[in-house]
């Protein structure tokens, strides 16, 4: 990042690249979480639910992209080593139920994780609001694709 860059980040910056390093971590979980449970699934209504899975793995992908511009932008390096993600994570992770036709849960699981995503980054996006405006814009977009995701997801755990 260049000079003029670093001198408006007035928060800590080791404190912004934790915070940075924690919602990069969950978002490449979910993508995980999320593609391996369109892979796993059966039954009715399955291939609807995996086809959505499939498009929001590629989202929070997209969002673990952003964070990881982020994170390097400030200096710091994401995640390098895979098995570090589950230590560095907020939301953890969720495998697949293993009954493939359980869709209630897959559901459960998903408006889960997106809830704690909503919750984090609503946290972030205040905590950012005066001391870093770049980080606070990634947070406040990222909580509003969270926000349509979970309301999507509702609709589905209506439907059954």
């Known amino acids: 990042m260049g000079k003029k860059g670093r001198e408006i980040v007035k928060a800590d910056l080791r404190e912004v690249l934790d915070d940075l390093t924690k919602a990069y971590a969950d978002e490449w979980l ?8 369109a892979k796993w699934i059966r039954g009715i209504d399955a291939d609807t639910l995996a086809k959505v899975l499939e498009e929001q793995s590629m989202d929070e992908l997209g969002h673990a992209g952003k964070l990881a511009d982020r994170i390097l932008q400030l200096g710091g390096e994401p995640v390098m080593n895979p098995s570090q993600l589950l230590v560095k994570c907020g939301c953890g992770y969720k495998e697949p139920p ?10 459960q699981d998903v408006l889960d994780a997106e809830g704690c ?7 972030m996006a205040e905590k ?12 406040e977009d ?3 694709d969270e926000v349509s995701d979970e309301e999507q997801w509702e609709k589905f755990l209506a439907k059954l």
């Not at 950012?128 to 947070?139: C, G, K, M, Q, S």
């Open 30 to 37: 979910a993508h995980y979480q999320y593609w391996l449970t």
């Open 98 to 107: 293993k009954e493939q036709t359980d869709l209630r849960q897959v559901i």
């Open 117 to 123: 995503a909503i919750t984090f980054y609503s946290r």
């Open 128 to 139: 950012y609001r005066a001391t870093d405006l770049v980080t606070h814009e990634i947070f």
């Open 142 to 144: 990222l909580l509003k």
